[in-house]
């Protein structure tokens, strides 16, 4: 016997190894579009995705979170207004994410699969729901800023006028 762990006459079967290539799920662009839609501010599209430094936007809002908590800040402060960088960025991204084209999504995040993504009409409407979310909260965060720095400099007092 050469091998002390099976005699001669069994036939030797090569070792299975494992590559991280093979392993891969699938991802899915509308699911990554409509992660980065809801959940955008905590970067789990990023997540899902596999990629390298998801955990950004996640740090920056708990920091803001964090800051709010820790100093008892109003909406009028800093640490709350952060949260709309990480909330844009995930907005913007799920825009990105629903109208790139397929074949360069599957290249990116499917090499080696056989299966594709497809265009449709629930990518669109996740890009256009995503649109109208940006403006909406985009505007919202404008108007809030603008009549916190308002406040501030004393504008909104009726003895100013």
């Keep these: 016997m050469a091998d002390n762990t099976s005699p001669d006459w069994m036939p030797r079967m090569p070792h299975p190894t494992l590559s991280l290539e093979q392993t891969k799920p699938f991802r ?3 699911t ?13 599209h990023g997540w899902y995705l596999g990629r390298r430094y998801w955990y950004i936007p996640l740090m920056v809002t708990a920091l803001a979170i964090g800051g709010t908590v820790a100093w008892k800040q109003g909406l009028d402060d800093v640490f709350p207004n952060m949260l709309i960088l990480p909330v844009s960025a995930g907005i913007i ?6 109208l790139r084209n397929p074949k360069k999504f599957d290249a990116l995040y499917n090499p080696q699969s056989e299966r594709h993504n497809q265009h449709g009409w629930p990518s669109v409407l996740t890009a256009v729901i995503a649109s109208v979310a940006f403006v909406n909260i985009s505007l ?22």
Excluded at 32 to 44: K, M, P, R, V
Excluded at 140 to 161: E, Q, T
């Design 93 to 98: 991204e799920a825009v990105v994410l629903a």
């Design 32 to 44: 990554a579009a409509c992660l980065s839609l809801l959940l955008g501010a905590i970067g789990a």
């Design 140 to 161: 919202y965060w404008l108007v809030h800023i603008i009549m916190a720095v308002y406040r501030h400099l004393g504008w909104l007092d009726l003895s100013v006028y």
């Design 28 to 30: 899915h662009q509308l």
